[in-house]
């Protein structure tokens, strides 16, 4: 059983992947911190990385995000391969990535923070065009749920989920299909984090392919279709969450029989 959605134009089996890793390979001088990875994201999948610390993870998350240029091996989105000089370029091809640490601007309002460097403006002298950001901001916010005073609010009088929801709605503006979030509950607490599931669940229901690193395993159950393990840079297993146990993936993640 899989969660593809099956559309007039693109009937589930015959969508080529969001992503596609083959054979991603990144070495830090004489550390090899991802050997030979492969992967493939469908639209409308959430997949879950998992590994123990230093695995490799965000590594990948940063290839993938054009932050680091792989050593070897190739990127394909939607069926094109696709080479990345860096995380604008990225960006510009439709790959978003939601950061731990967020990287949003506190003393500004919510509209600002989902426009960043891709300010609306209007007339010849480029006058920001607050009203249409405010206002397509909160359209966006609404479509998610994500339940915040105002898209005029200063983002640093919202709390901590608000913030991360604002931050992966950001990524689903810009993102044309392809959503990487790096640990994006781990600073939230429990009713923080059910939030932002819920919003990283619409993703999938709005058809966006999701990578998302989790050292959570209840979370990776509750929310992922599939789960890729990694173990010291190689991928020891990609699984059906429906396939799997907790234990099973503890086991594959420690490399010691449970
Ligand atoms: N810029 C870098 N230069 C050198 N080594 C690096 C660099 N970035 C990561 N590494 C190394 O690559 C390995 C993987 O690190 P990475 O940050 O990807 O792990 P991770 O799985 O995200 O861990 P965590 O769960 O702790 O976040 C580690 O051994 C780390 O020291
Ligand atoms: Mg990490």
Same mark, same amino acid.
């Given at each position: 059983?899989?969660?593809?959605?099956?559309?007039?134009?693109?009937?589930?089996?015959?969508?080529?992947?969001?992503?596609?890793?083959?054979?991603?390979?990144?070495?830090?001088?004489?550390?090899?911190?991802?050997?030979?990875?492969?992967?493939?994201?469908?639209?409308?999948?959430?997949?879950?990385?998992?590994?123990?610390? !230093?695995?490799?993870?965000?590594?990948?998350?940063?290839?993938? @995000? /054009? %932050?680091?240029?792989?050593? #070897?091996?190739?990127?394909? &989105?939607?069926?094109?391969?696709?080479?990345?000089?860096?995380?604008?370029?990225?960006?510009?091809?439709?790959?978003?990535?939601?950061?731990?640490?967020?990287?949003?601007?506190?003393?500004?309002?919510?509209?600002?923070?989902?426009?960043?460097?891709?300010?609306?403006?209007?007339?010849?002298?480029?006058?920001?065009?607050?009203?249409?950001?405010?206002?397509?901001?909160?359209?966006?916010?609404?479509?998610?749920?994500?339940?915040?005073?105002?898209?005029?609010?200063?983002?640093?009088?919202?709390?901590?989920?608000?913030?991360? !929801?604002?931050?992966?709605?950001?990524?689903?503006?810009?993102? @044309? /299909? %392809?959503?990487?979030?790096? #640990?994006?509950?781990?600073? &939230?607490?429990?009713?923080?984090?059910?939030?932002?599931?819920?919003?990283?669940?619409?993703?999938?229901?709005?058809?966006?392919?999701?990578?998302?690193?989790?050292?959570?395993?209840?979370?990776?159950?509750?929310?992922?279709?599939?789960?890729?393990?990694?173990?010291?840079?190689?991928?020891?297993?990609?699984?059906?969450?429906?396939?799997?146990?907790?234990?099973?993936?503890?086991?594959?993640?420690?490399?010691?029989?449970?």
């Amino acid at each position: 059983m899989n969660s593809l959605p099956a559309t007039a134009d693109s009937p589930a089996g015959t969508t080529d992947p969001a992503l596609r890793l083959v054979g991603i390979h990144k070495n830090f001088g004489g550390v090899v911190a991802i050997k030979r990875f492969d992967l493939e994201v469908m639209p409308g999948e959430i997949v879950a990385l998992v590994g123990d610390n !230093g695995a490799g993870k965000s590594t990948l998350i940063k290839i993938i @995000s /054009g %932050l680091y240029q792989p050593s #070897e091996g190739e990127i394909w &989105l939607n069926g094109e391969p696709a080479k990345f000089r860096d995380a604008s370029d990225a960006r510009a091809k439709g790959v978003e990535v939601v950061y731990q640490d967020l990287a949003l601007v506190q003393d500004q309002p919510v509209y600002m923070n989902m426009f960043l460097g891709r300010e609306l403006t209007k007339g010849p002298l480029r006058i920001l065009d607050r009203k249409k950001m405010a206002r397509q901001t909160q359209e966006l916010v609404d479509t998610l749920d994500v339940r915040i005073p105002s898209a005029r609010a200063t983002l640093s009088d919202l709390s901590g989920g608000q913030r991360q !929801g604002v931050a992966i709605c950001r990524a689903t503006h810009w993102a @044309s /299909g %392809l959503v990487l979030l790096d #640990e994006p509950t781990a600073a &939230l607490g429990v009713a923080e984090t059910a939030k932002v599931e819920e919003t990283i669940a619409k993703l999938r229901e709005r058809g966006a392919a999701v990578l998302i690193v989790s050292h959570n395993m209840e979370q990776v159950f509750r929310l992922a279709d599939r789960v890729a393990v990694l173990r010291r840079g190689t991928q020891v297993g990609v699984k059906k969450l429906a396939d799997t146990s907790h234990n099973e993936l503890v086991a594959m993640i420690t490399g010691l029989q449970s």
